[in-house]
């Protein structure tokens, strides 16, 4: 509306859409095009999400290194994409319905630049990382995570927020754990309370079987060293007063895990190579580094302190696709080898859909659908997994007039003292597969 003020005759849009959920998403492009033709007004759209670019474009500029590598119709650059930059960004968008199919998850092929050349680079197949025979390793029971907002003259309080009511879920050792939702659904509060950043308000979260709240202090910290954050800015993740080596090392010397410098050392050096950086980056400064880059140093000090558990807030949104495909089988390699279990935060449903095993859909705080990730993706039940689904842009502006356009926002979760919400319950469909009712 600011940039809408003077009634410019062209709008610059910088990255408008990349941290929203794709309800929101989908609003944003729907009032983009509708002033548009109402003002006359020309766009230059800035975006690395190739979706984004078939919905809205009429035509493309592809930049490489500084410089315009290609130009043209949107439909002629996504169907004969001429330069081999091109061709490497289409080809490591995750589209949707992919992985139609696939018993589990299933890492992308890379294609990556030689000079001025592309050339596709083959991966492993990963074989199945979830143990299931196993007891899960994190366990939520009635969570419940509810914040003042609103007091009196009198200073009492007259309304909160129910970000997060009544939820049930496990993870087990391996398992890609993927929750997803619009913005204020609850996800991020779930992780934060998981790794003790908030105490829940009610319900129960178990670590290997025990309740955190029968935890002393010493397990806690314990704890805090099996479950470990990545973040969603990779920009605003690293002290940029520190070298990398020190972030990554300093998991390590709270904990107490390794003693002694050099030892220390060759630990930090380690992990860089485990995450494909070389060792002698320990000395430089996170501002030295380009997205993708920092964000492998964020999983490397995830990894210093051998969790059993990541929890991965939105940890792909800020980056290009061609880096998200390399950060997600980066992930996908260290589960395999690790064992890690993720919980993966996001409102992207294309990646969410190539790394889970199992998804969560959240509403208002509450789960409305959950199940394996070919149950939510092929079978969709709940009226709002659907919308989520439908709302989902494709890279294939040929496409375009079949995508719905959604109105409306979700409603709000603030409520008063003593109304709470009803706790949805979650229905059986087929095994390994639950939907919340519906009114």
């Known amino acids: ?43 230059i759209f800035i975006t690395h999400d190739m979706g984004v670019v078939a919905e809205i474009a009429d035509r493309v500029v592809v930049m490489w290194r500084g410089r ?20 490497a960004l289409l080809s490591a968008v995750p589209a949707l319905g992919s992985m139609t199919g696939e ?68 993870l087990w050792p ?10 204020g659904s609850g996800k991020s509060t779930i992780g934060r309370t998981i790794q003790q950043l908030q105490d829940p308000t009610g319900g129960e979260v178990r670590f290997e079987g025990r309740p955190m709240s029968d935890m002393s202090a010493h397990e806690r910290r314990r704890l805090r060293r099996q479950v470990q954050y990545v973040f969603q800015d990779p920009f605003a993740s690293l002290d940029p007063r520190r070298t990398v080596g ?63 558990l990541i929890i991965a807030d939105e940890a792909l949104s800020a980056l290009d696709v061609s880096v998200q495909a390399q950060i997600i089988n980066l992930m996908m390699e ?38 394996s990730r070919a149950a939510v993706f092929e079978r969709p039940m709940h009226p709002y997994t659907r919308k989520l689904l439908s709302a989902v842009p494709v890279a294939d502006p040929t496409r375009r007039p079949d995508r719905p356009m959604l109105d409306g926002e979700i409603p709000s979760p603030v409520r008063r003292v003593g109304d709470a919400p009803r706790i949805l319950s979650l229905k059986s469909v087929a095994p390994d597969h639950k939907v919340a009712e519906t009114a």
């Open 1 to 43: 509306a600011m940039a809408l003020a003077c009634r410019p005759k062209l709008l610059i849009a910088d990255e408008p859409t990349t941290a929203l959920d794709v309800t929101i998403q989908a609003q944003i492009l729907s009032i983009i095009r509708d002033l548009q033709k109402k003002l006359g007004m020309a766009v």
């Open 68 to 87: 315009k590598v290609e130009e043209g119709p949107v439909e002629e650059i996504f169907a004969r994409p001429a330069h081999a930059y091109t061709r």
């Open 103 to 170: 018993p589990f998850p299933k890492r992308l092929p890379l294609t990556v630049m030689d000079g001025e050349q592309s050339r596709v680079v083959g991966v492993e197949t990963v074989q199945d990382t979830a143990r299931y025979d196993q007891a899960p390793i994190l366990s939520l029971r009635g969570l419940e995570a509810r914040f003042d907002v609103r007091r009196n003259l009198l200073g009492r309080v007259t309304h909160r927020v129910h970000a997060v009511e009544g939820v049930d879920l496990d």
């Open 174 to 183: 391996g398992e890609t754990l993927s929750l997803v939702g619009e913005s």
């Open 246 to 308: 020190f972030s990554i090392a300093e998991p390590i010397t709270t904990h107490g895990l390794i003693d002694g410098a050099k030892a220390i050392r060759s630990r930090v050096a380690e992990l860089l190579e485990r995450v494909g950086l070389k060792p002698e980056f320990a000395d430089r400064y996170p501002h030295e580094f380009s997205g993708g880059q920092r964000q492998r140093i964020c999983i490397a000090r995830a990894l210093a302190s051998k969790p059993r």
């Open 334 to 371: 260290l589960q395999a080898e690790e064992g890690l279990a993720y919980l993966f935060i996001s409102h992207d449903m294309a990646v969410v859909e190539k790394i889970s095993h199992r998804v969560a859909v959240l509403y208002l705080g509450q789960i409305v659908e959950i199940g």
